[in-house]
Structure formats: structure tokens, C-alpha cells
Nanobody, 129 residues
Framework: QVQLVESGGDSVQAGGSLRLSCTTS????????MGWFRQFPGKEREGVASTYFGPFGTYYADSAKGRFTISQDNAKTTLYLQMNSLKPEDTATYYCAASFQGTNCGDWLRAWNGRTAHWGQGTQVTVSS
């Protein structure tokens, strides 16, 4: 069974940094996407950043551009999200996810419903002002 396990969520002050990690139990196909999504209370989950499992590109939501960086380790078993210059509006539960094979990672970031094969359990990020 595929498992995605997030870690790294914490409480920080505005302007601080956090690095989220997502450890996977499998190595996904090169044309499969992995990414980070977040959910605010009472709101639908939204895309933050995504990447192909192979070297085909990364994608960011406008809110993440210039502040967040998505990356993978060489073994392709851990996904990271480096978050810098955090703002109180970044406070949310962050989820790691993997798409179905053949998904366009940019499209997936904007519309994940029906395209997501696996979700992690989520990790809480709280940014205080």
C-alpha cells in the first residue's frame, strides 16, 4: 500500500522559514506528479507546488512563487517544500500528494479533484504575526 508521510509542520513567526518533508513508500513513475497542497479551515484544498517525478519541471501557485521551493532527494523517496518569508496567511494544514500517471503537473496544481491518487495525512503550519 502506498503511503505518504509528512513532517516538519510547526509554529513560527512571520518572516521565518520551515521545511516540510514527505516520505513515500514507493518510487513513482517519471510522468507522475508529486506536490504540496494546503487547506484553510472551511475551505477547499488548494495547490501550492508540484513537480514531475522525472526532470520535467516544477510548478507553483502565485502565492508560493519566490518564497517556496519544491524539491526531491536523489533517491526520489522524499519530497520537500522549503518555505521562506512565511506570512500569517500561510497558516494551514499542508498535504503531500501524488497524482495519477500521465497527469499534467501544472493542471493538477489548479484542479486536483479526480487526478490525485494518494494523499498524506497532513501537517500543520502556523505562522504568527
Amino acid at each position: 500500500q502506498v503511503q505518504l508521510v509528512e513532517s516538519g509542520g510547526d509554529s513560527v513567526q512571520a518572516g521565518g522559514s520551515l521545511r516540510l518533508s514527505c516520505t513515500t513508500s514507493v518510487v513513482f513513475h517519471s510522468h507522475q506528479c508529486m506536490g504540496w497542497f494546503r487547506q484553510f479551515p472551511g475551505k477547499e484544498r488548494e495547490g501550492v507546488a508540484s513537480t514531475y517525478f522525472g526532470p520535467f519541471g516544477t510548478y507553483y501557485a502565485d502565492s508560493a512563487k519566490g518564497r517556496f521551493t519544491i524539491s526531491q532527494d536523489n533517491a526520489k523517496t522524499t519530497l520537500y517544500l522549503q518555505m521562506n518569508s512565511l506570512k500569517p496567511e500561510d497558516t494551514a494544514t499542508y498535504y503531500c500528494a501524488a497524482s495519477f500517471q500521465g497527469t499534467n503537473c501544472g493542471d493538477w496544481l489548479r484542479a486536483w479533484n479526480g487526478r490525485t491518487a494518494h494523499w498524506g495525512q497532513g501537517t500543520q503550519v502556523t505562522v504568527s504575526s
